[in-house]
C-alpha cells in the first residue's frame, strides 16, 4: 500500500513539472473506457521515436536453436498511415527497420504498426510509462548473407519479401527523460506463416522459423516457463470504427472493460517438425462488458504461442522478462455493432519485467498481473477480408492481463 501511495504521489508531483518528462508520462491515452460503455469515437494520445539497439537474430529449425547473429536494428520513427487520401487513420502508423552487421545492411523492411495500450511500471525511484504497438511488415534480405542462417526459401516466390509480426515496447523514465525499448518479430514455418488458402501459401521451410529480437543484451533465447493459463479480468477490448466493405479510414474507440477471457490450455508440441515442446496452444472465450465476445472454435486454429526466450538483466530496460510470439483464430463479434467475423490474430505475450499498474484518467492506481497479452486481427484493407501470410492492418486489439 505504501508504494501505490508512493506511485500516486510521484504521479501527481510530476504533473506539476514542466518539459520532456512530464508531458510523456502518466498520460492517459485518451482512450479510457466511459461508463456506461458506448461507442462514440475517442482521440488517442501516444508516444513514439526513432531507435536503435543491439539485436539478435535467431533461425530456429525444428523448434530448437539452430543459429544466430547479432546486429544493429534501426527502428524509424512512426509516421500516421492513410487509407484516403488527406485522411489519417487513428492509430495505424507506418515504420521502417534496417537490420546491420557493422557498416553492411543486411536486412530491410516497412512495417504496419497498431497502437495497443500503455501502462505505467518501475517503482518510486524508477517510474516509466511505457507505450505498447502491435508491427507487421515485409522484410527484405540485403544478401544471401543476411542471416542468421540462410536466407528464408519463401522468398524467393514473394519478391524477396518475407512477412514478419511482433510488437515494439516504447518506454520513458518519468524522472530523467531516459527512453528504452524492447521488441520482437518473428516469422513462422509453414504451418503457421504459409497456411494453405492465403496469399503466399506453400511448402518452403516447414521445419524453421525466425526471429528479430532487441534490445540482444542480457537476452537468451529458448524455452520459457510462464504460458497464457486461466481467468483473466483485467484490460480490455477495442474496436476501429469502420464501414464493411469500403476503404474508409478508421476511428479511434474507447476501450471496452473486459468481463472475462479463460485460457483453457491443450497441450504443448512443435508446430514446425519434429522438436521440443516450444510452442503451447490452448482454447479460448471472452467478453467485454459492453457485449463484444470472442473466442476459439473447435477445430479451428486454437491461440498458440511459441517461447522466444527471456531478457535477464534486472534494473535495465525491459528488466526480467519472458517473451513469445502468439497467433490464433477468433471468432469475433462487436458489442457496438453486432457485426461478427472470423479472422486470424497475431501478436505477443510478455511476462515478468517490473511491478505495472494502469494508468487511468481518473487518477486510481491498479496493479496489473505480470502476464500481458497482446492480440490484434489480420484484415485486408479494402474488402476488410481474413488474411495470412502477407502484411495486414487491424480493427480488433484484444489486451489482456493475467
Known amino acids: 500500500m505504501k508504494l501505490l501511495t508512493n506511485l500516486a504521489a510521484l504521479a501527481l508531483t510530476l504533473a506539476g513539472f514542466t518539459g520532456r518528462a512530464s508531458a510523456q508520462c502518466f498520460t492517459p491515452d485518451g482512450l479510457d473506457p466511459v461508463l456506461p460503455v ?7 494520445n501516444a508516444t513514439d521515436y526513432a531507435f536503435g539497439q543491439k539485436t539478435l537474430g535467431i533461425c530456429w529449425r525444428q523448434c530448437g536453436i539452430d ?14 498511415s492513410s487509407s484516403l487520401p488527406g485522411t489519417v487513420d487513428c492509430g495505424w502508423y507506418n515504420a521502417r527497420l534496417q537490420l546491420f552487421q557493422g557498416v553492411n545492411l543486411r536486412w530491410s523492411g516497412s512495417f504496419n504498426v497498431m497502437y495497443s495500450r500503455t501502462w505505467y511500471e518501475g517503482n518510486s525511484a524508477t517510474p516509466t510509462q511505457v507505450w505498447r504497438y502491435l ?26 519479401r518475407v512477412r514478419f509480426s511482433g510488437y ?16 520482437m518479430i518473428t516469422h513462422g514455418c509453414d504451418a503457421v506463416d504459409h497456411a494453405p488458402g492465403y496469399p503466399r501459401a506453400g511448402v518452403f521451410h516447414p521445419d524453421r522459423y525466425y526471429t528479430f529480437v532487441g534490445p540482444s543484451v542480457g537476452f537468451v533465447p529458448g524455452i520459457v516457463p510462464t504460458i497464457e493459463a486461466g481467468v483473466a479480468t483485467q484490460e480490455s477490448v477495442r474496436r476501429w470504427d469502420r464501414m464493411p466493405g469500403t476503404t474508409g479510414g478508421a476511428t479511434c474507440q474507447h476501450d471496452e472493460p473486459l468481463a472475462f477471457t479463460n485460457f483453457l490450455p491443450f497441450g504443448t508440441t512443435c508446430l514446425c517438425s519434429a522438436g521440443g515442446p516450444m510452442w503451447y496452444e490452448a482454447d479460448i472465450s471472452g467478453a467485454g ?12 486454429a486454437a491461440y498458440k504461442s511459441v ?20 497467433t490464433s483464430d477468433l471468432l ?37 498481473g505480470s502476464i500481458f497479452i497482446d492480440h490484434a486481427n489480420s484484415i485486408r484493407p479494402g474488402p476488410n477480408t481474413p488474411v495470412r501470410n502477407v502484411p495486414f492492418r487491424s480493427y480488433h486489439i484484444l489486451n489482456l492481463n493475467l
Open 38 to 44: 458506448n461507442c462514440f469515437p475517442a482521440v488517442l
Open 67 to 80: 543459429a544466430t547473429a547479432n546486429y544493429r536494428g534501426l527502428w524509424s520513427q512512426l509516421t500516421p
Open 135 to 160: 508491427v507487421n511488415g515485409d522484410m527484405i534480405p540485403a544478401s544471401l548473407a543476411a542471416g542468421p542462417c540462410a536466407v528464408p526459401p519463401c522468398s524467393t516466390g514473394s519478391n524477396a
Open 168 to 183: 515494439i515496447d516504447y518506454a520513458v523514465d518519468c524522472l530523467t527523460g531516459v527512453r528504452s525499448n524492447a521488441w
Open 289 to 300: 462488458v459492453g457485449g463484444t465476445t470472442f473466442s476459439t472454435i473447435a477445430g479451428s
Open 307 to 326: 517461447s522466444i526466450g527471456s531478457w535477464t538483466l534486472a534494473g535495465v530496460y525491459p528488466g526480467i522478462e519472458e517473451v513469445r510470439w502468439t
Open 332 to 368: 469475433w463479434t462487436e458489442g457496438c455493432t453486432t457485426i461478427t467475423s472470423f479472422d486470424p490474430f497475431y501478436g505477443v505475450t510478455t511476462a515478468g519485467g517490473d511491478p505495472a499498474w494502469q494508468i487511468d484518467v481518473t487518477g486510481v492506481v491498479t496493479p496489473l
